[in-house]
């Protein structure tokens, strides 16, 4: 593997080294690029990773892929301003889905921590159990578990409206988890906000759960507006 790809997800690593080859004027704008198997040898990564990225650069307007004739660097690509669009424009959707998110689990986390009894908690511990075991493996699986955990709290809150609301908002949550997971691997790891959720139920402190949701979200909503603005 290429010394500028550190292990984890790929694609995204790609997609910001081809980004930044753009921005740099490596590639100039209009340039075709080498062909998908070249840059798969040189990088040492499979060719389905490459075409992927590629797939997300052509999204973001920066290349203009020719089926027959090859992937060239868009004229604006140059720009970054132009570029930068797309990705703002993401950006913007998922601080929306946090947003709403944060609003929704805070209040449940204060009702679960008042309402919740013993025998209601071996299960939430055993879900949070399976959530930190899937961190760094599928990041579907990872998601999924991660939502379980979240849907379990809200349910013990013993509100239907609040229950009601998550499902509805759970596969755009989701979508934007996984996005999140895929574009940004570094993102900060709240499994240690997740633990503090599970002890403040637990001692039946609803400020403490209150406050470890809010850890939890706001770090991932901090995270995004740092990169809007960086």
């Known amino acids: 593997m290429n010394s500028q790809l550190r292990s984890g997800p790929l694609v995204p690593q790609l997609e910001r080294l081809l980004r930044d080859r753009i921005?740099?004027?490596?590639?100039?704008?209009?340039?075709?690029?080498?062909?998908?198997?070249?840059?798969?040898?040189?990088?040492?990564?499979?060719?389905?990773?490459?075409?992927?990225?590629?797939?997300?650069?052509?999204?973001?307007?920066?290349?203009?892929?020719?089926h027959g004739v090859g992937t060239f660097v868009a004229e604006s690509g140059?720009?970054?301003?132009?570029?930068?669009?797309?990705?703002?424009?993401?950006?913007?959707?998922?601080?929306?889905?946090?947003?709403?998110?944060?609003?929704?689990?805070?209040?449940?986390?204060?009702?679960?921590?008042?309402?919740?009894?013993?025998?209601?908690?071996?299960?939430?511990?055993?879900?949070?159990?399976?959530?930190?075991?899937?961190?760094?493996?599928?990041?579907?699986?990872f998601v999924d578990a991660d939502l379980d955990f979240h849907a379990s709290i809200v349910a013990l809150s013993g509100n239907a409206v609040?229950?009601?609301?998550?499902?509805?908002?759970?596969?755009?949550?989701?979508?934007?988890l996984i996005e999140l997971e895929k574009d940004e691997p570094e993102h900060p790891d709240t499994s240690s906000a997740?633990?503090?959720?599970?002890?403040?139920?637990?001692?039946q402190d609803g400020a403490a759960a209150m406050a470890a949701v809010a850890a939890n979200i706001d770090s991932v909503i901090t995270a995004l507006q740092m990169e809007d603005h960086a």
């Open 23 to 66: 921005s740099s004027g490596h590639w100039a704008a209009g340039q075709r690029l080498p062909r998908e198997s070249d840059l798969a040898a040189e990088l040492g990564v499979g060719r389905s990773s490459i075409r992927e990225a590629v797939r997300l650069l052509a999204q973001d307007g920066q290349l203009i892929v020719r």
């Open 78 to 141: 140059a720009a970054p301003s132009a570029s930068d669009l797309p990705r703002l424009l993401r950006r913007a959707r998922l601080l929306e889905v946090f947003e709403v998110r944060r609003a929704l689990e805070v209040e449940a986390a204060r009702l679960a921590a008042a309402r919740a009894r013993s025998h209601d908690l071996s299960a939430i511990r055993s879900g949070l159990a399976v959530r930190h075991s899937l961190l760094g493996n599928d990041i579907e699986d």
């Open 162 to 176: 609040l229950a009601s609301l998550f499902a509805s908002v759970r596969p755009l949550l989701r979508d934007a």
């Open 194 to 203: 997740h633990d503090d959720l599970l002890a403040a139920i637990e001692a």
